[in-house]
């Protein structure tokens, strides 16, 4: 079974940065795509971006896009989510899943997730 395992959440100031990381378990990460989602106190979990399992195709939210970029390091069977320029409104737990397209979206492709990492914006 996957396990999924993310960090780098904390407290900023709105237009401050935050590098978020998700490690994963699994010999077949390589082939993954791979996503970030986030969920917001009373708010339904959301897509926020998505890389592929070759680095090159990425897609992001676009309430995220300009700001955010995901990459992804095989080696170390890891996902990374830098966040520059936030906004209060990305105040959320944020989570990571391997991903699948679903009508041109990316969805979360295990009926599982992780214990997420908090970030909170301050204005």
């Known amino acids: 079974q996957v396990q999924l395992v993310e960090s780098g959440g904390g407290l900023v100031q709105a237009g401050g940065s935050l590098r978020l990381s998700c490690a994963v378990s699994?010999?077949?990460?390589?082939?993954?795509?791979m996503g970030w989602f986030r969920q917001a106190p009373g708010k339904e979990r959301e897509f926020v971006a998505a890389?592929?399992?070759?680095?090159?195709?990425?897609k992001y939210a676009e309430s995220v896009k300009g700001r955010f970029t995901v990459s992804r390091d095989n080696a170390k069977n890891t996902v990374y989510l830098q966040m520059n320029s936030l906004k209060p409104e990305d105040t959320a737990v944020y989570y990571c899943n391997v991903v699948r397209m679903m009508g041109g979206d990316y969805v979360s492709a295990l009926d599982y997730w992780g214990q997420g990492t908090q970030v909170t914006v301050s204005s």
């Open positions: 890389i592929n399992w070759n680095y090159i195709s990425t």
């Open positions: 699994g010999r077949t990460f390589s082939s993954y795509a």
